[in-house]
């Protein structure tokens, strides 16, 4: 009869802890310790400093209170909400505005001043050959009764800067007298510049080492008489749009760093009176984009030959020129560049159409933005006649010229600053970033009770819950690991007596296991009949 012989070994508890307390020893030098896990809503809300939250989210059943804790939370959110939103769409329209300050100081540096003639050409200048290329501008007829002899024709290709230089007026001859400051001037002391008005002079132009003024008022500025030559004027025989009917002189105050613009910016002065301009200078600064529309200018930049920074009347010039340049292959002389100069028949047939083009499309073809940090100067004129009976026969004597003549072509112009100060005229952000913080900020601890460090609660609670969350996942997706704690072998005796005793008990002898080490040990048995087991309890 078959025996069967159930054998259970169980490892001892002690063993078994020791065994797990290493295991997790080598796990914590790889995977990081177990975290605790995150907290519910309703501690959360306890512990935040989110004002309401805590009333809202207590256990138990939603009652009463709770609702109206709840619809006051979220009356006042939505409120902090639609301020919010509305301190943003401000921020984001960029609004700015203009301050005004006057500050004083010892000396200012005195502005350029730009005069020129209203008449381009001295009649007494042009030579023949120079009526003949300037017909179709000036409409003048020939200077001989009996017309242009075909031999005549053959005149010379004309030079018009050799023309404008030639036949304008030459300050020599205008100037009269010249005082700045106490001191005595003279037409060295301007330099000639070219513009729509022909040959022009600048006083004060140099940008290295301009005049100063350390006294304000009437005086203390350049003050200069002129002639203006009237009997020089061109006769006007048929109109043109060269024709001008006026007489007395242009002037332009305009900083060192820009060119003069004279056609346009300047101011007339007529002949017969002596004209005061008291003036006031204004630094300008604008806010480029976003908040304003300037033009930063860029170190080394030429917008202009000559000028290192940019300016509005710099960039006109330039525009004008390329258009020029562009229709009609030549520049006109007032223009900068290399480029050759047009001949007067190009002047009438090209070049005056497409600087008016030009001037009219300004806005689409030639933008000029306006610069970020500009010097302009108000003016505040007034003007008496001048001469009297007394010095009209003093001047007349003096410059042997009638006291008619002196009337009709003599002025005096005096510009002088109006103190020493100047305007400060800045654009400022109205509302920056740190005003929208402030009012959001503002807003929100008003509204909700809440601040960044509250926002940085959510955060953190948000976190909290994810990871626990991914942590569950990851749990679920690993396999557990069994770790068995006894185990039950069943032996037929059949199988034992097919196998040798000595390697059923590992080939040791009888008694040489120790009486401690397997259960049930207390003695040996002896079976005759079926076999001897030595050293084995079941």
Not at 290 to 304: D, M
């Amino acid at each position: 009869m078959p025996i069967e012989i159930v054998c259970k070994i169980k490892f001892a508890e002690e063993d078994e802890k020791q065994k797990e307390k290493e295991e997790g020893d080598k796990e914590s030098l790889i995977e990081e310790p177990a975290r605790p896990r995150s907290r519910d809503l309703a501690a959360f809300a306890s512990a935040s400093t989110l004002h309401g939250l805590g009333h809202i989210c207590r256990s138990g059943r939603l009652g009463v209170r709770q609702a109206l804790w709840a619809f006051a939370f979220l009356a006042s959110l939505a409120f902090f909400l639609y301020q919010a939103a509305k301190s943003a769409l401000l921020y984001l329209e960029h609004p700015h505005v203009m301050a005004l300050d006057e500050e004083a100081i010892r000396e200012m540096v005195f502005p350029a001043i730009t005069i020129c003639n209203i008449n381009r050409y001295r009649h007494s200048a042009l030579t023949d050959a120079d009526i003949f290329h300037l017909a179709n501008m000036t409409g003048l007829p020939p200077k001989d009764r009996d017309g242009h002899k075909a031999t005549d024709l053959l005149y010379p290709d004309p030079d018009m800067a050799d023309i404008v230089n030639r036949t304008g007026h030459q300050l020599d001859d205008m100037l009269k007298s010249c005082n700045f400051s106490g001191e005595n001037c003279s037409s060295r002391d301007f330099t000639v510049v070219y513009t729509r008005y022909g040959k022009c002079y600048t006083f004060n132009g140099d940008r290295r080492n301009p005049r100063v003024t350390r006294q304000g008022g009437m005086g203390n500025g350049l003050e200069i008489m002129l002639d203006i030559q009237q009997e020089e004027y061109l006769p006007i025989w048929r109109e043109t749009n060269e024709t001008s009917f006026e007489a007395g002189i242009r002037v332009q105050i305009h900083s060192q760093d820009e060119p003069p613009y004279i056609h346009q910016l300047g101011f007339g002065v007529s002949p017969g009176f002596q004209t005061f301009v008291s003036c006031q200078e204004q630094r300008l600064t604008y806010l480029p984009q976003p908040w304003g529309n300037c033009r930063a200018s860029v170190q080394g930049e030429q917008t202009l030959p000559g000028y290192d920074t940019y300016s509005i009347a710099a960039c006109r010039l330039q525009c004008e020129k390329e258009a020029v340049v562009r229709s009609c292959h030549c520049r006109m002389v007032h223009m900068p560049g290399n480029e050759s100069i047009c001949s007067p028949n190009v002047y009438i047939e090209c070049a005056d159409h497409t600087l008016d083009a030009a001037l009219e499309d300004s806005q689409e073809r030639c933008s000029c933005p306006t610069p970020c940090n500009l010097t302009r100067y108000g003016k505040e004129i007034s003007m008496v006649r001048i001469p009297n009976k007394g010095s009209a026969r003093y001047l007349a004597r003096k410059y042997n010229k009638n006291e008619t003549y002196i009337r009709e072509n003599f002025l005096v112009l005096d510009i002088f600053f109006e103190a020493l100060n100047y305007e400060a005229i800045e654009q400022k952000k109205a509302y920056d970033l740190a005003g929208l913080l402030g009012d959001i900020g503002g807003q929100m601890g008003l509204f909700i009770g809440a601040s960044i460090l509250t926002i940085l609660e959510i955060l953190d609670y948000v976190y909290e819950v994810i990871r626990d969350r991914v942590s569950r996942v990851l749990r679920r997706s690993k396999p557990p690991l069994k770790k068995p704690s006894g185990s039950i072998a069943t032996l037929g005796l059949e199988e034992l007596k097919d196998q040798s005793p000595c390697e059923t008990l590992g080939r040791h002898v009888e008694g040489a296991y120790n009486a401690g080490i397997l259960p049930n040990h207390h003695h040996r048995h002896h079976y005759p009949h079926q076999g001897v087991f030595e050293d084995f309890a079941c």
